[in-house]
């Protein structure tokens, strides 16, 4: 990997002279290429999400204050849980887990909505190097914290770092064939999975939070290892590896007397330009920002509130359960692009937003009997989030011209911290809402 975003353009530095095809490397090396490049974004979604996860996995123990002095108690194998509202049939904290949702996403939402705008200036190689020094930072802030303000700054490190490498790597991702968007989706997914697992079982192994945070320092130098040390430089050849008549084929998101450009070149876009890819986007971020509010509304806003005392985990084992299945969806679905292509993802925001509806019933009514009943519709939910989040983006590499493309992907990776973000904001008041009714 080069230092820096220049190491990346050389697509465009030929001039637009042609590649000769006597140039193009063997076959064999373009085989090794292509599984170093796909394993290298499969690691960088590991990496890039698992902080974000993690914090959302910790968020019950950085606000429940069942930790000693110092974070270094083991966490409570009492399964009796112990209340924190007792004029409430809900075991609530003082504080909604919302509260480290937003501390989580805010900052996600900052960078990404100004990413679009001037984020192309800054070469690759800095953008990557701040990310993995935030991911490490956030571990160590949250692991030695003494409080949950000091916490929360620890989660907002987690966020700025999950953000700025996601519109990153999205981005980056216009430089290879279009095939590596799998390959991220799933290694994002994989980054719910073992993040939550990993807090799950390792708490649940009678470890404590501040070990168990320390423990995954490990995951930012992946991180850096993985995209300086993986990925190849892009060949100079079509980043689809589509041939003419697939490119003929293609349906564009929107029509622009735009000139032919290489795909490199969307920091050359016009305002006027890059309106009209935007509302050609809509299509797709609106289902995508729906589908994220409900699931994480859901999750922040009615997870805590799913409480079962007719069993023998604890209300922090429940919470960090409920996270482990949800994420253990989102990969199952996200890795699922070649089994099963999905275009039409507002079916998907529709079918979230009925789960959302009926959990928010059952939180009102109680009605569902026993907590495994939970765990299938949380497993559901999850791979109803992980097949809008993976198709969206494989829908708009297909249906992006290569000019447009990189900017179609910084531009879409807003919609589900849109998404995350008003939930959040809406699951605050909720939250307090029924924790306080008698």
């Known amino acids: 990997m080069g230092g820096c975003a220049g190491s990346r353009r050389r697509l465009s530095d030929s001039g637009g002279e042609e590649t000769a095809p006597e140039s193009r490397p063997p076959l064999p090396h373009r085989q090794g290429a292509h599984w170093k490049n796909a394993m290298g974004f499969w690691l960088l979604g590991l990496c890039n999400n698992f902080s974000y996860v993690v914090m959302l ?8 204050h069942q930790r000693a002095s110092g974070n270094q108690s083991h ?13 409430s049939r809900f075991d609530c904290n003082s504080v909604s887990t919302a509260a480290v949702l937003l501390a989580d ?11 679009p705008l001037g984020l192309h200036l800054l070469p690759y190689s800095p953008r990557v190097l701040v990310s993995g020094v935030c991911a490490a930072g956030s571990f160590i802030l949250v692991a030695f914290s003494h409080s949950v303000v000091t916490s929360l700054c620890g989660v907002v490190l987690a966020s700025i770092s999950s953000g700025l490498g996601e519109v990153t790597f999205l981005s980056l991702t216009a430089f290879y064939p279009r095939a590596v968007i799998s390959w991220w989706s799933s290694g994002t997914g994989g980054a719910g999975l073992l993040g939550a697992l990993s807090y799950l ?38 980043p689809g590896g589509e041939d003419e008549a697939e490119r003929a084929a293609r349906q564009p998101l929107m029509s622009s007397e735009a000139p032919e450009l290489k795909p490199d070149s969307s920091s050359y876009l016009s305002l006027q330009e890059r309106w009209t890819v935007f509302k050609g986007l809509l299509w797709y971020i609106i289902p995508l920002v729906l589908v994220y509010f409900a699931e994480y509304f859901i999750n922040q806003g009615l997870f805590e509130l799913l409480f079962f005392r007719n069993t023998s985990l604890s209300h922090a084992q429940q919470y960090r359960w409920y996270q482990m299945l949800y994420q253990a969806g989102v990969f199952a679905s996200r890795s699922s692009l070649r089994c099963c292509h999905i275009r039409f993802t507002w079916v998907l925001a529709l079918l979230q937003c009925l ?6 019933v059952d939180v ?8 495994y009943l939970v765990f299938l519709i949380i497993l559901y939910e999850g791979l109803l989030g992980g097949a809008a989040y993976v198709n969206t983006f494989h829908n708009i590499a297909q249906e992006t011209s290569d000019q447009h493309r990189e900017f179609a992907m910084a531009a879409t990776c807003v919609s589900d911290t849109l998404g995350i973000s008003l939930s959040g904001l809406l699951a605050l008041p909720l939250h307090n809402f029924l924790c306080h009714l008698s």
């Open 355 to 360: 789960n959302l509806a009926f959990l928010l």
């Open 57 to 64: 996995s910790a968020a019950h123990d950085i606000l429940s």
């Open 201 to 238: 079982g390792l708490t649940q192994a009678g470890l404590s939070p501040q070990h168990t945070l320390l423990s995954m320092l490990g995951i930012p130098t992946l991180l850096l290892a993985s995209y300086f040390l993986l990925l190849t430089s892009p060949e100079p050849l079509d």
């Open 75 to 87: 966490v409570d194998p009492d399964p009796m849980p112990t209340p924190h509202n007792n004029s």
């Open 364 to 371: 009102w009514l109680s009605f569902l009997p026993s907590i």
């Open 105 to 115: 996403i805010l900052p996600t939402l900052v960078i990404k909505l100004l990413a």
